[in-house]
């Protein structure tokens, strides 16, 4: 049986059965049955579909909400916004089923055309820390691509992927389109991304994982595209607004309670600024209010499980140079506080290593240059903010940094409109915007000759 528990509590929400690789395979099979009726659905009839799950979504987002609050202990005002960020993914893509363009080319003697074809059946394994909504950011551009799919979500948290199977089924998606399997990703997993039905893979979740999957997929030249880890680095140079840089920082690193790939988890600080900007820093991550997600005060909830608060602890021995910590509550749930740790050096394992926890290194810079530097000796390359209030240094500093996503005097780093994802070992392919789209399809180019036939003549 497995047990989904609410993190707040340790309490069991429900208990499941668990799919085995049998059910995988059925669930391919449905998907490869949906798929030439799926594909064939004209444009706009697709995009009707597509919104009115969209319109469905949006009616069920409290509920959805409330749901996806216990199952992962974030803030219920967090999981709301994620709901609605759900609903507007899937509006945006509604749109996109009649701009899936492609091109004509004038070569000699004829025209060429190329068509943007569907893949087939998609396999999308999703992490635990933002559930439906990374699922969202995979199934909305597959389906308005005109692909099938199988989602595998997290074993920790199934509750929001099971609801969004039936409320698209009620929504009017076919039979078989949208499939859920709820099993361990050792065995279901591993099956989906070797099965010689499923044309490719979406996978967000460690860069361990991912390279794992890379490989796997190699065997039948699966494509991939793989959201992985990060280390984002947080610049903040002596010439920023400082009290405003460091009241941005703690939302930064713990938001979800910093289980978060884009979590700006290393601070740099210019040396000369490091005092002014640390005590705004300590009002700031001793303000936020940690405590039951239920509450709409709450701004941090308990990390997902006991044995990922033990690997977060591991990053604060009894030697580490701890500035301040924030509050947590005692008793039931999986706890942990807010905890500053500086000054940290960048070779240091908590400023080397993805720690999935609220825990952030400040480190100290002494110029442009060594900021550069510092932000970039790193494998990952996913996300990170720059805070000047010189533009020319923003813009240089913006460019020179080895990161998919960055953004300037902002904590920000998702939006629907816009492609999200990494550099370096932090993943392949982008997700969000039109650009997804690309990575649902394949290029299809036709020749067509314009000649007259010289036969006879």
């Given at each position: 049986?497995?047990?989904?528990?609410?993190p707040?509590?340790?309490?069991?929400?429900?208990?499941l059965?668990?799919a085995?690789?049998?059910?995988?395979?059925?669930?391919?099979?449905?998907?490869?049955?949906?798929?030439?009726?799926?594909?064939?659905?004209?444009?706009?009839?697709r995009?009707?579909?597509?919104?009115?799950?969209?319109?469905?979504?949006?009616?069920?987002?409290?509920?959805l909400?409330q749901?996806?609050?216990?199952?992962t202990?974030?803030?219920?005002?967090?999981?709301?916004?994620?709901?609605?960020?759900?609903?507007?993914?899937?509006?945006?893509?509604?749109?996109?089923?009649e701009?899936?363009?492609?091109?004509?080319?004038?070569?000699?003697?004829?025209?060429?055309m190329t068509?943007?074809?569907?893949?087939?059946?998609?396999?999308?394994?999703?992490?635990?820390?933002?559930?439906?909504?990374?699922?969202?950011?995979?199934?909305?551009?597959?389906?308005?691509?005109?692909?099938?799919?199988?989602l595998?979500p997290?074993?920790?948290?199934?509750?929001?992927?099971i609801e969004?199977?039936?409320?698209a089924?009620?929504?009017?998606?076919?039979?078989?389109?949208?499939?859920?399997?709820?099993?361990?990703?050792?065995?279901?997993?591993?099956?989906?991304?070797?099965?010689e039905?499923?044309?490719?893979?979406?996978?967000?979740?460690?860069?361990?994982?991912?390279?794992?999957?890379?490989?796997?997929?190699?065997?039948?030249?699966?494509?991939?595209?793989?959201?992985?880890g990060?280390?984002?680095?947080?610049?903040?140079?002596?010439?920023?607004?400082?009290?405003?840089?460091?009241?941005?920082?703690?939302?930064?690193?713990?938001?979800?309670?910093?289980?978060?790939?884009?979590?700006?988890?290393?601070?740099?600080?210019?040396?000369?600024?490091?005092?002014?900007?640390?005590?705004?820093?300590?009002?700031?991550?001793?303000?936020?209010?940690?405590?039951?997600p239920?509450?709409?005060?709450?701004?941090?909830?308990?990390?997902i499980s006991?044995?990922?608060?033990?690997?977060?602890?591991?990053?604060?021995?009894?030697?580490?140079?701890?500035?301040f910590?924030g509050?947590?509550?005692?008793?039931?749930?999986?706890?942990?506080?807010?905890?500053?740790?500086?000054?940290?050096?960048?070779?240091?394992?908590?400023?080397r290593?993805?720690?999935?926890?609220?825990?952030?290194?400040?480190?100290?810079?002494?110029?442009?240059?060594?900021?550069?530097?510092?932000?970039n000796?790193?494998?990952?390359?996913?996300?990170?903010?720059?805070?000047?209030?010189?533009?020319?240094?923003?813009?240089?500093?913006?460019?020179?940094?080895?990161?998919?996503?960055?953004?300037?005097?902002?904590?920000t780093?998702?939006?629907?409109?816009?492609?999200?994802?990494?550099?370096?070992?932090?993943?392949?392919?982008?997700?969000?915007?039109?650009?997804a789209?690309?990575?649902?399809?394949?290029?299809?180019?036709?020749?067509?000759?314009?000649?007259?036939?010289?036969?006879?003549?």
């Amino acid at each position: 049986m497995l047990e989904v528990v609410n993190p707040a509590t340790g309490r069991m929400l429900r208990g499941l059965e668990p799919a085995t690789v049998a059910d995988a395979d059925a669930a391919v099979a449905r998907a490869k049955a949906a798929f030439p009726k799926w594909r064939a659905v004209e444009p706009a009839e697709r995009s009707r579909m597509l919104r009115r799950l969209a319109d469905a979504l949006d009616r069920e987002r409290e509920s959805l909400a409330q749901l996806e609050s216990r199952n992962t202990g974030k803030p219920i005002s967090d999981a709301r916004g994620e709901m609605g960020m759900v609903a507007e993914t899937f509006h945006y893509y509604a749109g996109m089923p009649e701009r899936n363009l492609g091109e004509t080319i004038p070569v000699s003697g004829g025209i060429d055309m190329t068509f943007r074809e569907p893949l087939g059946v998609v396999a999308l394994i999703v992490p635990w820390n933002f559930p439906l909504t990374i699922a969202s950011w995979k199934m909305a551009p597959a389906l308005a691509a005109g692909n099938t799919l199988v989602l595998k979500p997290a074993e920790l948290t199934p509750l929001s992927a099971i609801e969004f199977d039936r409320i698209a089924l009620e929504a009017g998606l076919p039979e078989g389109v949208v499939n859920v399997v709820v099993g361990p990703g050792r065995t279901v997993g591993q099956r989906l991304v070797e099965h010689e039905d499923v044309a490719k893979v979406a996978f967000t979740g460690s860069t361990e994982v991912g390279r794992g999957i890379m490989a796997a997929a190699s065997k039948t030249i699966k494509r991939v595209t793989l959201e992985l880890g990060g280390k984002s680095a947080n610049i903040v140079f002596a010439d920023a607004d400082l009290e405003r840089a460091a009241a941005a920082a703690p939302p930064a690193f713990l938001g979800n309670a910093g289980q978060d790939c884009c979590a700006r988890s290393r601070i740099l600080v210019e040396r000369s600024a490091m005092d002014e900007f640390m005590s705004h820093f300590e009002r700031a991550v001793k303000a936020v209010r940690v405590g039951d997600p239920a509450s709409e005060k709450t701004e941090m909830g308990p990390l997902i499980s006991a044995s990922h608060r033990e690997k977060v602890a591991s990053f604060v021995p009894e030697d580490a140079p701890v500035a301040f910590r924030g509050a947590a509550p005692e008793g039931p749930g999986f706890w942990f506080p807010p905890t500053v740790l500086a000054p940290v050096s960048n070779s240091d394992r908590v400023a080397r290593e993805e720690v999935f926890g609220p825990v952030v290194a400040v480190i100290p810079f002494k110029d442009e240059d060594d900021a550069v530097r510092l932000a970039n000796e790193t494998v990952y390359g996913l996300s990170g903010s720059v805070w000047t209030t010189n533009g020319a240094k923003a813009l240089r500093v913006a460019r020179a940094v080895e990161t998919g996503v960055l953004s300037v005097n902002s904590n920000t780093s998702v939006r629907v409109a816009t492609p999200f994802g990494g550099f370096k070992q932090s993943g392949i392919g982008r997700e969000l915007g039109p650009r997804a789209l690309e990575h649902y399809t394949e290029v299809k180019n036709v020749y067509f000759s314009t000649e007259e036939d010289q036969v006879g003549r």
